[in-house]
């Protein structure tokens, strides 16, 4: 009976300190019909610019996923606290050229509008 009950205490702690890891929920939003689709999919907690066209900060070990048709946008926090993009499978960079700016704006829209971070 005391091996059970130290197996059950020893349990509860790697259940406690694994979920202390995790830095916060899974979500996917994901949508299509015959005239295109979108998948956002996220860990953790992404906050956005006051004027919805930027990310200022993602919450540590998170990331932001987005792809709507043929485009695609991966958001993640690095070890260091910047943030990385990867648009359309390219290479990680933390500065955006013009067009993928102007692409970055149009998916923080999109995700606010389909409830990205609604709660």
């Known amino acids: 009976m005391k091996n059970l009950k130290l197996t059950i205490a020893a349990l509860g702690f790697i259940a406690v300190a694994a979920a202390c890891g995790r830095p916060g929920r899974h979500v996917v ?3 299509g ?10 860990l953790g907690r992404t906050y956005f610019s ?3 066209t930027t990310i200022t900060r993602i919450t540590p070990n998170g990331y932001v996923k987005y792809k709507k048709d043929d485009r695609s946008l991966i958001a993640a926090r ?3 606290g910047d943030i990385t993009y990867q648009v359309n499978g390219g290479e ?3 500065h955006l050229s013009n067009a993928d700016k102007i692409f970055l ?7 606010i509008k389909r409830g990205h971070n609604s709660n």
Not at 33 to 42: A, F, H, L, P, R
């Open 92 to 94: 990680k960079k933390t």
């Open 33 to 42: 019909d015959n005239y295109g689709s979108v998948k956002i999919e996220y």
């Open 78 to 80: 690095d070890g260091r």
């Open 50 to 52: 006051d004027d919805s």
């Open 29 to 31: 939003i994901s949508e």
């Open 105 to 111: 704006a149009q998916a923080v829209k999109d995700m």
